[in-house]
């Protein structure tokens, strides 16, 4: 998959986007705001797993967010399962020397319609950690709703943090009488 937001692209990884992720990915500024799971220090073998899994997936729901020449973040969401397979989490994150030029918001806007487009959705959801007001913005600008704080829910970098939860709900479309 491949659509352009802005001057920037949406699209599937390749093979060469290990280089890129692992130079933007390997930054304590990015990932103090990401689960464990994309971790600090970030190396080139984690980059490989990564860009591996991608490759790999079935169901294509993670994706680059890149330049004409290279990624420089990510963008997707994980597709939730029995009672809550009508939802989904959204996650993303942008290399630090492209913060603060409203990528992030073009490309959480780009999933929400690709999400709700190709797939039977009804909520996309995001958990934002505290001290995090720029990704909080992001989704605002991309019309998500705060719907409640979680209190000391994460415990990253050996400090228990709250949680800000914001969500999009899909409106579902009015019934023939």
Do not use: C
């Amino acid at each position: 998959m491949r659509f352009q937001i802005g001057s920037w692209w949406i699209r599937s990884y390749e093979r060469r986007d290990v280089s890129a992720l692992f130079e933007y990915a390997n930054n304590p500024r990015v990932s103090m705001h990401l689960r464990d799971a994309f971790p600090y220090p970030y190396t080139r073998r984690d980059a490989v797993r990564w860009v591996q899994a991608a490759l790999d997936q079935d169901v294509e729901t993670h994706f680059a967010i890149a330049t004409a020449a290279e990624l420089i973040g990510g963008v997707g969401f994980q597709l939730q399962t029995d009672v809550h397979r009508k939802s989904a989490e959204l996650g993303y994150w942008l290399g630090e020397p492209f913060w603060g030029r409203g990528i992030a918001t073009l490309a959480v806007r780009a999933m929400v319609d690709y999400a709700f487009g190709q797939f039977d959705l009804v909520r996309l959801y995001a958990q934002v950690f505290q001290g995090n007001p720029a990704s909080e913005r992001v989704l605002q600008k991309a019309g998500f709703v705060h719907e409640g704080l979680l209190r000391r829910s994460v415990f990253k970098n050996d400090r228990l943090l709250d949680q800000n939860l914001y969500a999009l709900v899909r409106e579902a479309p009015p019934r023939d009488p």
